[in-house]
């Protein structure tokens, strides 16, 4: 025999024996995992040796479809169903023992990829597993392969595996997983490539897709689209800047700024249309929360004003560094037609004002088109009597046992205290302190940003200390928390209320709770009871008295009280001045 000829039939018989070796090592693999359907498993192994997969990472999704069209022209059409779950079984079964090892966790880690991801091969068995009897597949496959934009897919996967690891309902999870997909659908169909810069017409025609899935309980999960925005935002390695919606947990501001018990979490521009008017407002909204100082309601509120007032020029088709006097004159005329009160009327004139001079400094404009101060109202004080009758809260203190034990506790804090809702709603496990034989609470004071400390009853901080113990809560940790730990939201305790109220009865159902109301309702108390102003003024935490005068419901009572006192005397009557005029004339 011809020497070439020998060297093939000698390379010819390795190749041979190198792939019988290939072959008994990957069944011995797949007889390792001990699955009892010996047909299926057999099946499988004669697929894989036939395309010469000796590797059991090498079995992907698209390796599974493929063996799926095998099946379809090989086998009953009414086993293909079993065999693919042999399948994902044996693969399953490998990725969880090459977990164990640090290769096989580098191999399989959680990491975007331009490929097809199964959720069925997920790393973490416990959330693979609980896709065994999902009946969807299309929400298992997510396809990262597409020709479209690379930030997109990164965006959606991030939110995709936020999905997986977070959310504690596996029903919950799959109308996420398939809104998610609606969404991930919707934004290629309109070649969207960074979900952080969505503008509100495409926004809009998400929302469209999402009422054409059919499925009602779909329209419900819009808030995905917020969800995977707030993580594209939150996870960039700079602060995006140009983003339609910003996210205030990126910017970690100081917590003297900000108020836990409110929901306040974002800020959007998508509002505004107009590409120059946005930008200037985002270069002015990072100044304010960048350079001021300022409590971020405060600084929302403002904002508001401004992109109300921008939203008219755009309907004006008019750019801001255009406006005109004639412009805000427009804006008050509709705001006094709209019946905004006086101080309302001017905290949104003097924002618009500072609003361009922001733009002036910065040269966005020559100089400041108006003056506010020809456009602000005279504000006249007004007494609004708001204290609880005291029938009231006698009867809401006489079923307070009926009431939830949170909502009792938080209820004392108003009715004692005259606290406002949103320290009571931020007090915390170190809140309480006793000196001696008096018992005293220290308030943060979300509206002045700073501390106050105050005394309050024995049995109030006794029955606190009890309930701090009882719900083992630290002294750094809020004493009413939300489902995530943070401080109650004031709306949520506010809804609370009211609906224990509506179901005990209070004034036959009729009395509509309103927590600021105890605090005037302290004030006029202790005023009534010949407490001076100034220790009102301190009690309640204020900087002046003449706000306090304003918490003070009885005083034209008091003050009429007293005329009448004066004046029922003979020396002081009406009758006696006027004889006395009538002397010194002559």
Known sequence: ??????????????????IEKKKQELYAEIDSFQLKDKTQVNTLKKFLSDREI??????????????????????????VLWHLRIYDAIKQQHIYQQMQTLSGKRFYEWKYQKKVFYLKYYPDQQIAESFKYVKNLNVLVWDFSKNCSETLKKQIFNTLGQILTNTASDRYRNKRLQALKILYDSCIHQNITDIGILEMEQYENICTDFRKSGNESLDNQLSIIGACRRIAFMQQEHIQW????????????????????????????????????????????????????????????????????????????????HATAEDLSDYAKDLLEHHVQAKGFNERIYS??????????????????????????????VHHDRSVEEIVY??????????????????????????????????????????????????????????????????????????????????EEFIFQNTKGGA???????????????????????????????RHTVATMFYDNEVSLQSIRDYLGHTYEEMTRQYIDFMPKKIAQANEEFFSTQENSLASWLRKGEQDAK
């Open 1 to 18: 025999m011809p020497v070439y000829l020998l060297q093939q039939a000698e390379r010819r018989t390795e190749y041979q024996e190198d």
């Open 488 to 518: 109650c939201l004031y709306d949520t305790f506010r809804h609370q209320m009211l609906r224990a109220c509506r179901e005990n009865g209070i004034a036959n159902g009729e009395y509509i709770f309103q927590s600021h109301d105890y």
């Open 242 to 321: 140009n983003a339609t919606v910003w996210y205030l947990d990126r910017f970690h501001l100081g917590e003297n700024r900000i108020d836990k018990s409110k929901s306040l979490n974002s800020i959007s521009f998508m509002e505004i249309k107009e590409k120059q008017n946005r930008e200037i407002l985002q270069a002015y909204m990072k100044y304010e929360l960048g350079i001021t100082g300022q409590a971020v309601s405060t600084i929302n509120r403002r904002f508001m004003c401004i992109r109300n007032f921008l939203k008219m020029l755009e309907q004006k088709r008019t750019l801001a560094v």
């Open 394 to 475: 006698m009867e809401v203190l006489r079923k307070l046992y009926l009431f939830p034990e949170r909502l009792r506790c938080m209820f004392l804090h108003l009715w004692c205290l005259g606290l406002r809702a949103s320290e009571v709603c931020t007090l915390k496990g170190n809140a309480y302190y006793q000196q001696g034989e008096d018992c005293w609470i220290q308030v943060y004071q979300v509206k002045m940003k700073n501390y106050k400390k105050i005394p309050i009853p024995k049995a109030l901080y006794q029955l606190m200390k009890i309930y701090l113990k009882k719900n083992e809560i630290q002294p």
């Open 54 to 79: 000796w590797n059991l990472q090498d079995m992907d999704y698209p390796l599974r479809i493929s063996y799926e069209r095998y099946l379809k022209e090989n086998r009953n059409p009414n086993s």
């Open 352 to 381: 618009i004002g500072h609003f361009y001079k922001f733009m002036e400094v910065r040269e966005y404009i020559p100089k400041m088109p108006f003056r506010i101060e020809y456009f602000q109202q005279k504000v006249l004080m």
